[in-house]
């Protein structure tokens, strides 16, 4: 599989209870080096319960989504609240080199 996604439904996600029930605003996408895709809140995660939902899902929870799903491997989209817009960045990030 290579940086294209193809949008499936049904492909597997992770987020935690706090953003599908709203407690918690949906702050960051992590698109995982081995292909995982994360969908967190802009908090820690400390006693946070994680949630396994399909990938459509979380497109209808949040329509903007639907502008990450060719977010290539290594990458995560962060935003400062939910009017806010994605801001694409390598993920881990990368030290500036002297």
């Not at 996600?13 to 960051?28: A, D, S």
């Not at 698109?31 to 939902?53: I, K, S």
């Not at 929870?61 to 939910?82: H, I, M």
Request: proline share 7%; aromatic share 10%.
């Amino acid at each position: 599989m290579n940086n294209e996604i193809c949008f499936q439904h049904n492909l597997m996600v992770f987020t935690t209870w706090g953003v599908l029930r709203k407690e918690k605003p949906l702050l960051r996408v992590f698109h995982d080096n081995d292909g995982d895709w994360q969908f967190l809140p802009g908090t820690e995660l400390d006693g946070e319960e994680p949630a396994l939902v399909g990938l459509g899902e979380m497109v209808e929870f949040d329509p903007s989504v639907q502008t990450l799903l060719s977010l290539g491997f290594g990458k995560v989209a962060v935003r400062a609240n939910v009017d806010s817009d994605w801001v694409i960045m390598e993920y881990p990030p990368t030290e500036p080199q002297s």
